[in-house]
């Protein structure tokens, strides 16, 4: 075996390792569940109204919840009717762009943890950061509906 085919065993044994690292096998997770809502979304339609899934809250109590009409929202958003989608939820276009903004940063900060493994600690935390500045940004009218019960 040569020298140069050993660096390169070498190499591969240590992106595989670092590809089953907690941060990256979350990172994965994440993305598959954040797929997974935006083809939710397209795949259902608002005109069809036909979402296997329901507001338990609206059902139980008789009255719209904070989320009300996200599905149909989040749909819309995907056809380009962003004033129809206002109509159904008023606050999702922000956790729109919340679920895109953790999409694209969990395949970008993947990838930036791969390449650049020295920086490791910087990249989470500016990630926790960055993630829950947006969060409580795109999340603060749910939350303050929720409190709003205490």
């Known amino acids: 075996m040569t020298l140069s085919t050993r660096r390169s065993d070498a190499f591969l044994n240590l992106k ?14 994440l993305t598959v569940v954040l797929l997974f809502v935006f083809f939710y979304s397209a795949l259902f339609s608002p005109e069809k109204d036909n979402y296997p899934v329901v507001c338990i809250h609206e059902r139980l109590t008789g009255e719209p919840c904070a989320s009300c009409g996200l599905s149909h929202a989040f749909s819309l ?6 004033s129809e989608a206002y109509r159904w939820n008023n606050n999702a276009m922000r956790v729109f762009i919340f679920f895109a903004a953790q999409l694209i940063m969990r395949i970008v900060f993947s990838v930036f943890y791969l390449r650049h493994p020295e920086t490791v600690r910087q990249l989470i935390v500016y990630d926790i950061v960055v993630s829950s500045t947006i969060f409580l ?3 603060m009218p749910f939350i303050k509906w929720i409190l709003r019960f205490l």
């Open 16 to 29: 595989r390792r670092q590809i089953f690292e907690p941060y990256i096998c979350v990172n994965i997770a």
């Open 137 to 139: 940004i795109a999340f």
């Open 77 to 82: 958003i995907l056809q380009g009717r962003i």
